[in-house]
Structures are given as C-alpha cells and as structure tokens.
C-alpha cells in the first residue's frame, strides 16, 4: 500500500515492542489467516569453523521468534521462514537454522523452514530484456514478510528491506545484479520486489552497523523496530536513521524514480519515535589510498610495491565477503619489504594496468575480463566463484608472497572478541527459548 505510515518504536521487551510497532504500523492489516506467508530473515553467511559476530549482520532470533509467536496469537498458521544465504560461503541452510533456534519454531507453531538454494527457482520476465531467477516459495506465497536488518553496505550505502530481497534469487540471477551500465547494483537489485508479494517490512534494528553487511564492520546497539506495510517508506526511514537522505542513495532514487515516489521524508507519515531523536551518521565504506593503491591502513603501515584497486559495485556478494580476508592475508605478507610490484584486480570492470611486473586476478569474473588484457606481463590468477582463501595462499605462496592463514584466524578471533556483553551485545540474541 502506497504511502502507508511507518512505526518506529524503542525496544524494551522485544515481543511487546514489535506488537505495539505493529499495533502503529497496522502491519497486520493487510494479510489473511489463510495466506501462506513466508518470512524472509537476513542471514547472509555462518560460520561454525571460525568466530562469526553476529550483530548487526543477521537479523536475530528474538525478533523472528516474537514475530511468529504474534502471527500464531492472531491466528496464522501457514507459515513458513525462507532465505538463500551465500552459496558455497554458508553451511548448508538446515544447520544454520538450528543454530537459530529456528527448529523450536517449526516445532512448536508448525513453521516451514525453507533453504531457498535447495530449492526450485523460476525464470521471471521484468522485460526490457530483465530477467531473474526468483525462488518459487517466494513466488508461491499469498504475502512476504520482510525483516532486514539495520545496516549499512560497503557497495549500496545501506542494506534494508529493498536489498533484502535479494536472498530469494539463485546465485547466477545475484551475480548478475553486479553488473555494469544498466545492470549496474543500484539500477537492478531493487526492481526484485516488483514481481514479489511484499505485504510488510519489519527493519530489525536491534543491532545496527558500519561498514556492513559483514562481520568486519563494526556493530553498535540500537534497539529499534520500524515497520510498515510501504516497504520503501521503511527503507527510507531506515537509511534516514543510519544518516542517509534517500537523495543520496542510488537504489533508492532508482526506485522512486520508476514507482513516482517522493524521496522527501517529510511525506511520509512516522508514528513511534521521532526519527531525529535516534538518527546518527553510520559509516558505509572503507578508507582508500588516494592513489587507490589499497586501504589507508596499508598506507600507514608503509606498504609500497602493491596496488590495490577499490573493489566496485560489480564485485559479488560471494568475492566481496572473500575481499577483506584477502586483505588481511595480503597483510600478513608484509614483513618490511617492498612487494615485487603487484597489482590486484576484481570484479566485472577493473582492467589491469600497464607497468606491474605481476598482476593478481581476484576471482572469476576478473580472469576473464583479464585473460586477454596485453598490459599484464605476469598474471596470477586467483579462479573460484568466490575464490576459497587457502588457494589464495597457496597460489601466492609459488610467488614467494608467503601470506599467513593464521594471521587471518587470528582476525576471526579479534572481530568476535570486540564484543562484549556488558556493553549490550548478547549471543543469545539468535537464539531462541
């Protein structure tokens, strides 16, 4: 429903918080008992071999659990929780699920738990020659409810509802909104929901976070739910909250263009809370070298002999949660030394330049834009859709860059163990009771 109001509400108790957000947002108003619902979380990746933090990069089990046990006191019963995390990235679906805790919610309520990447997808015409691969339970279903999380993105500025959607494509159809021109991010991912039966958007804001969606951006606690039956009011509020006017984020500005919809948040109705008392500027990206040479850290530790090209909107999901690990590997090689002139590229669109004496191709797409590439005297092709980090080091490793895998554990362990649970930040947060 066009311009819907939105609710924004402070948690205290989470199942009491979301039923008063839903209470202002009239969230319910627009579903069926008998619709088949499917709820669509953000789990983007996990991890059971190293540390994985997940605050503000999945969104919790306490908030999908008061969902379903609210859905179930008003008497929905066809439920089900679907998501297509990373492939190739992510344990497979049912593992995580029960890591969740989302087992105790099939078993008690009857909920159907759905790993899109098991399951069928379905070749979707958006014309002008636009087409995804959408899975069918998304497709299937009478109404979605959408519950994102609060964060930012290191390629799209922020990561809501919109972008959430993403989950339900296959893994060639999510490649392909990493794009260029006109297949360009912030000119595909948010025409999703046009072919998808979106009812509600619930942002889970208990967490929020710079730098996202990955671990290795920072989390911060935020305790906030904002929801609302218009999922780009919610967007909008939600970029609003992180410090983004909707002018200064492409996909949303794409996306009002093509729905004629006003991108000014004085338009739009917000009950709750007062978006001036909780927004607050969020980091999306990661300092560079001026001369794109790699990120500034690099530069402050004096190392030279390497260059780096920024990562782009055209690298995908899968290498972009490979890129930091990279980083940290290519780090652990440094041990004073100038590296022997090295280049790295990535993604759909960075072409090698002339004068390094090697050239590191991160990833598939960047092999083959590059096979052909005459400014690259020696390559070092880095293959894999995305490339897995123990070929990264051991390809290296014939070069004589000796990367250190354990410096990349001891990261892991670092990120976890910024988080403490006396300033707010609780595991049992994805768990469910």
């Not at 994985?52 to 990069?57: A, C, E, I, S, T």
């Not at 440094?334 to 022997?340: H, L």
Request: neutral net charge.
């Amino acid at each position: 429903m066009a311009n819907a109001s939105v609710s924004m509400v402070k948690v205290t108790d989470v199942y009491e918080s979301l039923q008063e957000c839903l209470k202002l947002s009239e969230g319910l108003a627009g579903l069926n008992t008998n619709d088949r619902i499917l709820i669509k979380p953000n789990i983007v990746s996990w991890d059971f071999d190293l540390p994985f933090p997940p605050y503000g990069v999945v969104t919790t089990s306490v908030v999908l659990n008061a969902l379903v046990r609210i859905l179930a006191e008003h008497g929905f019963r066809n439920l089900t929780i679907g998501e297509g995390a990373l492939p190739g990235l992510s344990p497979d679906g049912d593992a995580v699920y029960e890591a969740l805790g989302y087992k105790k919610l099939q078993e008690r309520y009857g909920v159907k738990l759905v790993d899109f990447n098991q399951e069928e997808f379905v070749a979707i015409d958006y014309g002008d020659g636009f087409k995804l691969d959408i899975a069918k339970q998304a497709l299937e279903a009478d109404k979605i409810i959408n519950v994102p999380v609060l964060k930012t993105h290191n390629q799209a500025r922020v990561s809501l509802g919109i972008k959430n959607l993403k989950g339900c494509l296959n893994k060639k159809s999510k490649q392909y909104c990493h794009g260029v021109g006109d297949e360009e991010l912030s000119r595909t991912f948010p025409r999703i929901i046009d072919k998808l039966p979106v009812a509600l958007t619930i942002i889970d804001g208990l967490y929020t976070l710079e730098k996202g969606p990955g671990p290795t951006g920072k989390a911060f606690r935020k305790d906030l739910l904002i929801a609302s039956r218009d999922p780009f009011a919610c967007d909008l509020v939600g970029a609003a909250i992180l410090g983004y006017p909707a002018k200064d984020v492409a996909h949303l500005i794409n996306y009002a263009k093509s729905h004629g919809r006003s991108l000014e948040l004085a338009d739009y109705e917000v009950k709750g809370e007062s978006v001036a008392d909780h927004q607050e500027y969020v980091t999306y990206d990661w300092e560079w070298s001026e001369k794109d040479t790699g990120p500034a850290g690099f530069e402050k530790r004096g190392i030279t002999g390497l260059a780096i090209r920024k990562y782009d909107s055209s690298l995908c999901t899968g290498c972009s949660v490979q890129y930091n690990p990279m980083l940290i590997l290519l780090s652990s090689a440094f041990k004073g030394q100038p590296f022997p002139n090295i280049e790295v590229v990535s993604g759909k669109q960075q072409l090698a330049a002339k004068d390094f004496d090697n050239t590191v191709l991160f990833g598939k797409c960047a092999c083959h834009l590059n096979k052909n590439n005459p400014n690259i005297k020696k390559a070092i092709p880095i293959w894999g859709c995305p490339p897995v980090l123990g070929k990264f080091v051991e390809v290296l490793a014939k070069e004589k860059i000796n990367c250190d895998y354990n410096e990349y554990v001891r990261f892991r362990h670092y990120l976890f163990s910024r988080y403490k649970e006396s300033e707010g930040f609780n595991l049992a947060d994805w768990s469910v009771k």
